[in-house]
């Protein structure tokens, strides 16, 4: 193994000179100083003072930047809980497969990191996919029952003077079943899920008003005869609602897929830091023959061979030969650190012109790049006392937009103008569907993982 050649830095350049090799030295301070040409000595011996104190300063900050480093070094690697899915809402709901919060009605993702085996990016990409066909059909069979609702003040001819109300009212029905039963499933399957668990949300009062205007409209197509004179409007016919409840549906799809969009953007800063880190090694064999393997194939032990310009697959030491090599990815800075032999060498970091054999040490989750990727993603997933805030404010206020909605439909229907029932169902149902607390329970979540996810761009780390 090729002994570590002694180094001094010249205090004018910072550049690293070796004593036997320095173009000139000079006594200042108490100490000999080696320069790596006779400019940087003619600038010392002019003023000295100044280049020590300037020496000082920069030295104390790369004592402070190799102990925070090392203090990232040594931060234990957290075993992640059991579950590879969690919830990007209530970071406490895991399960080893994916599906839907049963507290929030989100849909599970995978949790980022190293060696994970999976893209975080693929179950919010398939459910994107499949939200987007929902919403794109939801439009086009929406848009013929927006005719039928404006055509008696926009068209000459009004659609129930060519057809007759009970055939209008079946052909509503045709458009607005595939568009609320099947646009709008995973909202009531949500809802219902929310029910069941005690956990009332925003899907809770969507499923209740769709799903509310949606039966009542379909009795009053398929049975009219069974409503009462005070159900029907001043014409005597029974209102539907099937635009409404498509309406309501087409939004909220819509809303969900910006929300999904959204989501993605926000994991951006965690798939760039798993982009640093490369896919493969060269292994170097006992008997000295080399092969290249895949990163996940690498055990601690192993010999790697690292060429210039090749990304240091794994963190280590170095075993033999001498290169400058790019950290910037970790300290931010961009002058290149020279590494010899038993040097530390992280995974990520980029080689120079020189060629390097390294001893893997850390692999996978347990590298410093593995333990960042980690601590972004726990803080993400992190609960900030204003989330909990949110939190207990919709735990209380589902309940009371329930409350509200039945209070509005008595008041309509016992004090309202005739139709009593028409009035005081579509008023009922208008506060559960304006009063859905999506902002309550989304902003402050993509808030925080926003602002973390930029600051691990930048290289700022938040706990």
């Not at 509310?212 to 409503?227: D, I, M, N």
């Amino acid at each position: 193994m090729a002994a570590a050649r002694h180094t001094e830095i010249d205090p004018v350049c910072g550049m690293k000179v070796a004593p036997e090799t320095a173009a000139a030295s000079l006594e200042a301070g108490g100490r000999t100083w080696y320069f790596c040409g006779q400019s940087c000595s003619r600038k010392f011996s002019a003023a000295p003072e100044k280049y020590l104190a300037q020496f000082q300063e920069k030295t104390l900050d790369k004592v402070q930047d190799e102990a925070q480093q090392q203090r990232l070094e040594t931060l234990p690697v957290a075993s992640p809980p059991s579950g590879a899915y969690i919830c990007p809402m209530d970071p406490e709901v895991r399960s080893a497969r994916p599906g839907a919060c049963p507290k929030c009605g989100m849909a599970l993702e995978l949790a980022a990191g190293l060696g994970a085996g999976a893209d975080p990016d693929e179950a919010t990409a398939a459910e994107m996919a499949a939200m987007n066909r929902r919403l794109r059909i939801g439009i086009v069979l929406t848009l013929p029952l927006l005719t039928v609702m404006v055509s008696p003040a926009t068209l000459p001819h009004p659609l129930e003077q060519i057809f007759s109300p009970r055939a209008v009212g079946w052909i509503e029905l045709a458009f607005a079943s595939p568009v609320v039963l099947w646009g709008g499933w995973p909202f009531f399957e949500r809802g219902w899920r929310s029910i069941r668990n005690l956990s009332p949300n925003m899907f809770t009062l969507i499923a209740m008003g769709t799903g509310a205007a949606y039966l009542y409209s379909l009795a009053a197509v398929a049975a009219p005869g069974v409503f009462p004179p005070s159900f029907r409007n001043a014409a005597g016919k029974l209102d539907l609602y099937f635009d409404s409840a498509a309406m309501i549906t087409v939004l909220v799809l819509l809303g969900q897929v910006l929300e999904l969009k959204a989501r993605r953007k926000t994991g951006g800063a965690i798939r760039a830091l798993l982009q640093l880190a490369p896919t493969a090694a060269r292994r170097i064999g006992a008997e000295g023959a080399e092969t290249d393997a895949p990163v996940s194939e690498i055990h601690p032990g192993d010999r790697l061979r690292i060429r210039p310009g090749e990304k240091v697959p794994v963190d280590g030491s170095v075993l033999e030969g001498a290169s400058f090599v790019d950290e910037s990815m970790l300290s931010g800075e961009s002058e290149r650190v020279e590494k010899a032999a038993g040097d530390r060498v992280f995974g990520g970091s980029v080689n120079g012109n020189g060629g390097l054999v390294m001893l893997a040490e850390r692999i996978g989750g347990d590298t410093l790049l593995g333990q960042i990727v980690e601590m972004v993603g726990a803080a993400q997933r992190s609960r900030a006392p204003v989330q909990r805030l949110a939190d207990s404010a919709a735990a209380y206020f589902v309940p009371a937009v329930v409350v509200s909605s039945v209070v509005t439909f008595a008041a309509w229907f016992l004090w309202g103008p005739a139709p009593h029932f028409a009035h005081a169902f579509i008023n009922a149902i208008a506060v559960l569907i304006i009063a859905c607390p999506c902002a309550l329970g989304l902003a402050t979540p993509m808030s925080v993982m926003v602002g973390l996810g930029r600051g691990a761009q930048d290289g700022i780390l938040i706990r």
